[in-house]
């Protein structure tokens, strides 16, 4: 009985997070002059509006999905992996490296995607790594180590679209020379969607699930989370898990960005990662890091991006406004439920 | 001439490292009590906006100012709130508030993108200006970089010199024992998150105002700036003046990469922005290296005369955090 109650009133705080949130952000809607219904109405309608919407809305899910699900094994063991923007975009160089290797090689196409999305995936896994031993050996703080390499991975881009991988003639912000189609991730017919990184996406969140929850690697890695130092004095190597940690998260970041290139972009561009890693750790925080709620809040997250394009058009609004809904929702979450943590103590 | 052109640029370094100095002093300010306000990169991008808006509308930088102060003090308000009295780690509100307000400076000020507006202007010191080379490079700036240069000096003093000051340190290295000595561990936090907020809500509109005059939205070229300010309070140990020559060496150093440009064709000019973040992760990895285990023994198998000059080397550019930052006071 009690249990139940407690549960209601959990459900109630956090019923009150959403509409503080809502009525936060109709206020800002309000402010630029717009009608916040309106506005709604048209994320909506850009989100779920045609079928064509809805798969873009899961092509963006995607790669939230990845980031967000390997974020959580960097904040099992208490490590704050700004830097997963970075390891995005290194998944994306170093599968449009592999696929520039070997697009004219003898080698089946198929075998060549899977050799870059591999690629993809050591690249974000290394770019992770770079910003572990800056903290474990280096002692920078993985927040300003990562946030480095992530301006760094992004000037890079630009170097290698404006430099060696420029297109024939004169190279432009529009990327690299696409590839040949035979290079690309089969799509739906007519749509830019690919079944085939959903799969990977949810089989990456599965993963995920059970190596946090079933694994006793799992649970080393929680135990050098909560308390380092036991967890060094109960025999866990706590530098070879951080390490560890950040490569996993790299992995499935790297995949991301090997998703957007051979199965969204067919080639380089300078705004690969399109923010996906920094909105994974808001996804994260307002999920408090359960694994279970990944997938429908990432969707809802997604929604929001692909929905807030047909602002400019609509409503004259700037596309932001996506950023400013999640912002406030996270806040308004996080906030509310500090409140409840407040009033239940006394 | 060519001497003139040079200080003419130095002198121009000077006023650009005005805003990092007032934002890397307010962060050094909340850090000092033990708050760490992630928010400074998305606060100075929604300060600049919020503080170019009002000066256009109404014609009047001063409340541009005002307004990005105010702006800057609220949003230290929620760090404050949520952190000292919700007891929140202090690094996911602040990543929240940084993105959210990045997000929301660029949603409110798309309708005044590129607009015409206005800026403060330069007022030569009488007398002073006339000095050689001094004058040109310490006394023809505007009311915004002098106020720096007092800042400084002011912040300094306060800090290691006053009563207050050291209230302050206590608060920030052993709260427990602030307290117990009479101090209000919690009100001082808030006071001096909020004060530090409003330090970095005032950089703001010194860019959208003065260094880089205007508002152009996601181009503005200000987005990053707010981490380097963070990384420059570690790298400034805390301390105002370390804090300053930090600032001086970003801006000399950004003020370089566009002298050489014409130089370093190969570049394109997007690269070179980012040339700081390296510079950022590189000095980080000074000033902090010299604690690592691995060093120690690395060190103990070199010659002993090599090792002490490391040693003292790493010791000077060492910086160590206050002890309680980041973590809510209890009381007993």
Known sequence: MQHDEKRWQNLGFQLGAVVLALLLTSLVILAAGAPPLDAFKQLLKGAFGAKMNVADTIVAWVPLLLATSGLLVTFAAGLWNIGVEGQIILGSIFTTGVLRLLQDSNLPPAFIIVLAVLGGMLGGGLWAVLAGLLKTFGGVNEIFGGLGLNFIATSMTIWLIFGPWKRPGVGSMSGTEPFPESLWLPTLPGLRLSIWTVVLGIIALVVIYFLLQGTYFGLKLKAVGNNQRAAFLLGIPTWQYMLLAFFLCGLFAGLAGAMQVVAVYHRLIPSISSGYGYLGLMVAMLINYQAVWVAPIAFFFAALNIGSIQLPIALKLDSSLAGVIQGSLVLAVLMVEGIRHRLVRK | ??????????????????????????????????????????????????????????????????????????????????????????????????????????????????????????????????????????????????????????????????????????????????????????????????????????????????????????????DGIGWIVLAITIFGAWNPLRAAFGAYLFALLQWLGLVLQPVLTGIPSQVLQAAPFPLMILTLLFVNIGDAEWVDRVLAQLPEATRRTIVRVFRALRSQPPAALGTPFERQ
């Open chain 2, 1 to 222: 001439m060519e001497n003139d052109v040079i200080l003419i640029g130095l002198a121009g370094v000077l006023a650009s490292a005005a805003p990092v100095i007032f934002a890397t002093i307010g962060e050094t300010f909340a850090e000092r009590s033990g708050v760490v306000n992630l928010s400074v990169n998305g606060t100075m991008l929604l300060t600049a906006m919020a503080g170019f808006v009002a000066a256009v509308l109404t014609k009047n930088v001063v409340i541009g100012f005002l307004v990005g102060m105010v702006v800057g003090a609220l949003v230290a308000l929620l760090v404050a709130f949520s952190s000292i009295t919700l007891k929140l780690s202090q690094v996911a509100v602040g990543y929240v508030l940084t993105m959210t307000c990045r997000d929301l400076a660029y949603f409110l000020g798309n309708p005044y993108v590129g607009m015409e507006g206005v800026r403060i202007n330069v007022v030569p010191i009488p007398v002073l200006s006339d000095i050689p080379i001094l004058g040109t490079l310490l006394f023809k700036q505007d009311i915004m970089t002098y106020l720096s240069f007092i800042l400084i000096v002011v912040a300094y003093i306060w800090i290691f010199k006053t009563r207050p000051g050291m209230m302050l340190q206590g608060v920030g290295e052993r709260p427990a024992a602030a307290h117990n000595r009479g101090a209000n561990v919690n009100r001082l936090r808030y006071i001096y998150t909020v004060l530090g907020g409003a330090l970095v809500g005032i950089s703001g509109p010194m860019y959208s105002l003065s260094v880089k005059a205007g508002w152009q939205g996601t181009i503005s070229g200000l």
